[in-house]
């Protein structure tokens, strides 16, 4: 899998929207980018996924870049519910999730 | 979405003693599931393959004659930790691939084990 680089931590007023970038320069043609979060001892959650177009759920928005080295991972309207660790990840589908440190995102009233 | 279970969510055991994770993929079939641990202030690090009819891939440094994972139903995959150590107390997490959902794979919710 391809390295990817996460901030540290970021904080975000509730309500606002929560921008988390990620950058993955090394990422192959056949690696999605794949999103999860994790709260506090919890499972990791999916949050969303995607190749090469912006991709749009319920949870999120996925921006990539054009030449796909980073990618931004949009909640529209952060709640303190979201205060959790935000995990990018560069795969292919068919092997294991490889997690780094992820960005410990704090949504304060 | 996809779920999937763990049971126990949480177990105290003695030392020595051996303890059964069970990880269930609950609306989708799971050829392959993963088995992780996660210390506390760390992430999560991959111990294992799990393969529906065959035997686990283990990571580098994880002992396969100490963690044993038996994948006999493509729903279920369970990880034995045998003879358990105080150093063993950790959070077991579990996931499976859904291979009719763009491989997207789906975390069970942890199951916590401290060994006394």
């Known amino acids: 899998d391809a390295k990817t680089t996460q901030p540290t931590s970021m904080d975000c007023a509730e309500g606002r929207a929560a921008n988390l970038p990620c950058n993955h320069s090394?990422?192959?043609?056949?690696?999605?980018v794949y999103w999860y979060r994790q709260i506090h001892s919890q499972g990791p959650q999916y949050i969303i996924h995607?190749?090469?177009n912006n991709e749009t759920n319920e949870m999120a928005s996925l921006i990539i870049t054009e030449d796909r080295k980073s990618s931004t991972l949009i909640l529209p309207h952060a709640t303190l519910r979201d205060t959790a660790v935000y995990y990018c990840?560069?795969?292919?589908?068919?092997?294991?999730?490889?997690f780094g440190k992820g960005t410990r995102l704090s949504v304060i009233a | 979405g996809a779920v999937v279970s763990q049971h126990p969510s949480w177990v105290i055991c003695k030392s020595g003693t051996s303890v059964k994770i069970e990880c269930r993929s609950l609306?989708?079939?799971?050829?392959?599931m993963f088995w992780y641990r996660q210390f506390p202030k760390q992430s999560l690090m991959l111990m294992a393959t799990?393969?529906?009819?065959?035997?686990?891939?283990?990571e580098q440094g994880v002992e396969k004659d100490k963690f044993l994972i038996n994948h006999a139903s493509l729903t279920l995959s369970t990880l034995t930790v045998t003879s358990a150590h105080p150093e063993d107390s950790s959070f077991y997490i579990c996931?499976?691939?859904?291979?009719?959902?763009?491989?997207?794979?789906?975390f069970g919710p942890g199951t916590r084990l401290t060994v006394l």
């Open positions: 996931s499976a691939r859904d291979e009719a959902g763009w491989d997207t794979q789906y």
């Open positions: 090394t990422i192959s043609g056949n690696e999605y």
């Open positions: 995607g190749l090469k």
């Open positions: 990840i560069a795969n292919s589908g068919n092997t294991p999730l490889v």
């Open positions: 609306d989708f079939q799971a050829t392959t």
């Open positions: 799990s393969n529906e009819g065959s035997k686990a891939t283990y």
